[in-house]
């Protein structure tokens, strides 16, 4: 009897553990969400001050910086978004912030 519930106990305890290495596996893959709304929106000032439409524009992803330099970015460059535009739909526009204070996005290529 005691076997049972040893074993049903080390189950549950590997359970756990899985689930919650998935959880923050999660969240460290998807990033925060407001600092990624907050560049997203930025970004989408600075294609209506460029003079962009919302007919012009094709796609808009964001990557956070576990894939692109293995969680070694510089704080500023914690998300880049990138925008496709039917004007260059074989050119991808790169969006990032300008500096720490997060007071504009810049276009990088």
């Given at each position: ?36 709304e ?14 962009y ?13 576990d ?11 914690d ?19 300008a ?11």
């Open positions: 009897m005691k076997k049972t519930f040893l074993w049903i106990g080390l189950i549950l305890f590997i359970l756990s553990i899985g689930l919650n290495a998935t959880l923050l596996y999660d969240q460290k893959r998807l990033g925060d969400l407001a600092a990624r907050e560049i997203l929106t930025a970004t989408v000032f600075e294609l209506q001050r460029l003079g439409d919302e007919k012009e524009i094709q796609s808009i992803t964001t990557e956070h910086d894939f692109l330099l293995k969680g070694k970015a510089p704080e500023p460059y998300y880049i978004v990138y925008v496709e535009t039917t004007d260059a739909p074989d050119e991808v526009k790169v969006f990032t912030w500096d720490t204070k997060h007071s504009k996005v810049i276009l990088e290529k």
